[in-house]
Structures are given as structure tokens and as C-alpha cells.
């Protein structure tokens, strides 16, 4: 509490400074213009002579001149000095800034996705269209079997799927069969052409 009491009454300081560096710039400016003004005005006969009078109008409206310039500079300062305030304490609008910014940005994706899908199933139509287009016209050249790409790569899909169960249970039943036995087949000779097999003598 102490800390943000101490950090609230800085704050208040520093406004205060700004606007007395205000009041300061504008009152310098209006004076110095004023006098300017005053100066110009074509005074009678008075102890200095004309030429001497002159000299010192002139130099007096440079010297108000640069007062100005200086108060304008001031106040250029003062004008940047406000700008880094209100980024640096003003935390609020900062936080604003950046949740509207958010919104614009998720606004604007969530429109593109739309976009995206709707050219996406615009393209798919087409294509399917066309493909049925192509295969039932007389320039196409293939077999009655074949099918358009999309039913061809969803039948190719489910055919792997049982091709895959199907290996398996057929090595199951491989391995549970066993390797054929040579006494079930027993190997017969033929003799010159003939069916004879083979006999063993005594």
C-alpha cells in the first residue's frame, strides 16, 4: 500500500511539473509576441536618435524571437514527455490497445478459415464433377473397372485395411499347421516312362 501511495504521488508531481511547464511556455510566448508587437509601433522624437532606436528594436524583436522559439521547443519536449507517460503508466489503455488488436486479428482468421473451406469444397465439387465428366466422354481411354480418383483412393484405403487382417490370420493359420510332413508324400521313381516304383530286394 505504502509503495503504490508513494508511486501515485510521484505521478501527481510530475503532472503538476508538466502543467506549470505548460502555463511557463504559453505566458513566455504570448509576452514575447506582445512585445514584438509593441516594438513595431513607430514611436515620436525622443533623446536617441532614429538610426539608434532602430538597432535596438531590431536587436530586441531577435532576442523575443528566440524567447519563442524556445517556448515552442519547450512545449515540443513537453508534448514528447506526455507520449512516454501515458505508455509507460497507462497500463489500462495499453491493455486495451492490445485486446482490441486481438480481436481484429482472430476476426480476421476466423474469416480466412471460412474462405479456405469454401474454396475447399468448391474445388471438390469441381473436381468431381469433372472427373465424372472426363471418364463417361468418349475421349477417355480406360477400362470399364477404373473408377474416379476419389472412390478409387477410398476403396484402395479399405482394401489394405482387410488385406492387413487377412495376412494376419493366415500366418496364424500357417503357423499352427506346421511345415508338411514328407511321410504323407512319399516321393516316387519313374523308370523309363513307367508308373513302377521302385522295390527293395531281400
Known sequence: MATQRGLSQSKETLLQNYNK??????????????????????????????????????????????????????????????????????FPSVNDAISLQNQQLRSLQEECDKKLTSLRDEIAVDL????EEYYSSSYS????????????????????????????????????????????NPPQHHLNGHGTACSEKP
Open 21 to 90: 511547464r505548460l502555463k511557463d511556455d504559453i505566458k513566455s510566448i504570448m509576452d514575447n509576441f506582445t512585445e514584438i508587437i509593441k516594438t513595431a509601433k513607430i514611436e515620436d522624437e525622443t533623446q536617441v536618435s532614429r538610426p539608434t532606436q532602430a538597432e535596438q528594436d531590431h536587436y530586441e524583436m531577435h532576442v523575443r524571437a528566440a524567447n519563442i522559439v524556445r517556448a515552442g521547443e519547450s512545449l515540443m519536449k513537453l508534448v514528447s514527455d506526455l507520449k512516454q507517460f501515458l505508455i509507460l503508466n497507462d
Open 128 to 131: 468431381y464433377e469433372l472427373e
Open 141 to 184: 481411354q480406360w477400362d470399364t473397372t477404373d473408377l474416379p480418383l476419389c472412390e478409387a483412393f477410398r476403396r484402395r484405403d479399405s482394401w489394405a485395411s482387410s488385406d492387413s487382417s487377412c495376412s494376419s490370420t493366415q500366418g496364424d493359420r500357417d503357423d499352427a499347421d506346421g511345415p508338411p510332413s514328407q511321410e504323407a
